[in-house]
């Protein structure tokens, strides 16, 4: 049986009919930059969150960059922030001319360990920036309150996180600004690229508004030098058409990652665990190997069987070659650099049937036997 690592087909069954007329609906309006799609979108996700104000940009990628530049981070700033995260949290801060301080990742849930920010946090820390990995919350309330101790702002990074909570309150809605990624295979994706930032704060909404659109702030009115990245409305109207579905989706996850706890208990590999502050929505299934040669001739074991895995990520942004090149010397990251070599993303998706998870399993525990 073939296994694809996400099924982005099987997803678009379930509600093309729905999808394809909001698209079509763009299209015969012609109303391809900005109009009802995006600003519905903006209003029903930020509500779905439960923030004040919502920007829709055209990449998560772009929101980081944006809300950090929102919040005044630049020359000479530091932001405290993970290196076991996709590369694009960190590039937001570099090309806002500030470095990054890596903070360690906590061994149980693999994101930022409070313990280790206290450390980083100095005079030129500017913005903390936690991420919340796999579709699981950081412990935020330590977090808050280092930050709050030293009067620095929040960003989350919650690209992998659309419905997840922490005690209870949305992602995203912690934080002084939060932001969102809607590439194709998270749990919101469009069908191309588009991000999102959310916040309460007027002032910053109406900054990443600005810089989104040429800096304006009236037609041919430049009050700041700005970009475009807006949040094309035929991607808006994909939104519109998945958003109501998000948290059924988001607890198909939960019922095959509840199955694939279950069927992989007695094997070698250390499961993902559910920390008692939050819902995991499992945007990522990741489980950890004992050894990197053990996972690597797994992945290659479930590829020959054909599953397709993912590894997320195998090399930390500290030591990626784009940041070898910056002048600056990162410490060691002893937990992110033993985890990036050991973990492996299983097959995850809504639409992944009981089937698919048991040929999963069983080619890993046939795999352990034959080892
Ligand atoms: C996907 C992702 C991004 C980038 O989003 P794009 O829409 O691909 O630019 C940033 N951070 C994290 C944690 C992500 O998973």
Redesign the pocket.
Known sequence: MEIPFVDLSANYERIQAEVDNRMKKVVEDTAFIGGDSVETFEQRFADYLGVDHGVGV???????FLALKALGVGDGDEVATVSH?????VD?IVNNGARPKFVDVDPDTYTMDPEDLEEKISEDTAAIMP???YGQAVDLDPIKSIADEHNIPILE????GHGSTYRGEMLGTYGDIA?????PS?NLGAFG???FVATDDPELASAVRKLREYGESEKYQHEIVGYNSRLDAIQAAVLNGKLDHLDDWNSERRDAAAKYRDRLENTPLELPIEAEWGKHIY?LYVVRAESETQRDALQNYLESSGISTGI?YPIPVHQQPSYQELQCSFERLPVTEDIASKILSLPMYPEITDQQINAVCDAIKQFYISA
Request: hydrophobic share 25%; charged share 15%.
């Open positions: 055209a990449s998560g990628t772009d929101a980081i995260t996709f590369v694009s949290t937001g991420v919340h990995l990074d919650t690209c992998q932001c969102y990624s809607f590439y998270k690229d588009g991000g945007h997320h």
